[in-house]
Every structure is written in structure tokens, then in C-alpha cells.
């Protein structure tokens, strides 16, 4: 079973960056692809990136298109999101989430493990 860590949420005032990680438990990370979620309060968890189990394909949602990068280094078993030009519409408790099998599943209920989450809050 997949453990996963997030962290580097903070408070951050909007047009600035910010960088989460996420770190897993296994050695196995390498098999798993990988996706990035948010929930603000009173909202539906939404998909906002998800990367394949190499690194080499990435997919993200509409809103975070070109704002957002996530990467991954599978010898230190960890994803990243890099986040620019943050906005108050941002601002949500982020997770990651592994999966076995084809990347780009925006459903969470496709995803097979999740981390507790990090807080992001961006001020106007």
C-alpha cells in the first residue's frame, strides 16, 4: 500500500508562487501514475493535474492550464506541482493521489490511494 505525504501549503497573497510536493512511501512509486486534486470548502474535489509514470506526459485542467507544472523525480519517489500567478480562486486544500494503471484520470474515484492533503490559501 502507497503512503503519500503533501506538503508546502502556506498562505501566499495572489499573483505569487508556490511549490507542493508529494512524497511516497515505496520504492514502487515508479509504477503508479499520478494526480493532483483540490477541494474548497463547500465544492466538489476537482482534478487538476495529473503526470504518467515516467514523467513524460502530463494533463491538466482548464483553470490551471499554464499556471501550473507538475514534474516527478521517481529516484526521491516524489510529484511536485509548481504553482504561478496564484489566484483567491486557488485557494483550496490540495491532495495528491496515485493509481495503478493509465494516467490522465481526471475521476477521483479512479485514483487508488491519497495523501491527507495541504492547505493552500491565496489572499486578494
Known amino acids: 500500500q502507497v503512503q503519500l505525504v503533501e506538503s508546502g501549503g502556506r498562505l501566499v497573497q495572489a499573483g505569487g508562487s508556490l511549490s507542493l510536493s508529494c512524497a511516497a512511501s515505496e520504492r514502487t512509486f515508479r509504477n503508479y501514475a499520478m494526480g493532483w486534486f483540490r477541494q474548497a470548502p463547500g465544492k466538489e474535489r476537482e482534478f487538476v493535474a495529473a503526470?504518467?509514470?515516467?514523467?513524460?506526459?502530463?494533463s491538466y485542467a482548464d483553470s490551471v492550464k499554464g499556471r501550473f507544472t507538475t514534474s516527478r523525480d521517481n529516484a526521491k519517489n516524489t510529484m511536485y506541482l509548481q504553482m504561478n500567478s496564484l489566484k483567491p480562486e486557488d485557494t483550496a486544500l490540495y491532495y495528491c493521489?496515485?493509481?495503478?494503471?493509465?494516467?490522465?484520470?481526471?475521476?477521483?474515484?479512479?485514483?487508488?490511494?491519497w495523501g491527507q492533503g495541504t492547505q493552500v490559501t491565496v489572499s486578494s
Open positions: 503526470i504518467s509514470w515516467s514523467g513524460g506526459s502530463t
Open positions: 493521489a496515485a493509481r495503478r494503471g493509465p494516467y490522465s484520470q481526471t475521476a477521483p474515484e479512479k485514483y487508488d490511494y
